[in-house]
């Protein structure tokens, strides 16, 4: 019990930036044209 009392703060560091990653991630859209070829005669 005193080693997971000592982890703690570290899995909880882990936990809260994993779970912030993941709603910056999702708040955070990419551009649509994100991923598609650029082409330049299509005018």
Known sequence: SPFFLSMLP???T???LTIVTI???Q???A???LG???DREER
């Open 23 to 25: 709603r910056l991630r």
């Open 31 to 33: 551009p649509a044209a």
């Open 14 to 16: 882990i936990l809260v």
């Open 36 to 38: 598609v070829p650029y």
């Open 10 to 12: 570290y899995i909880l």
């Open 27 to 29: 708040e955070a859209g």
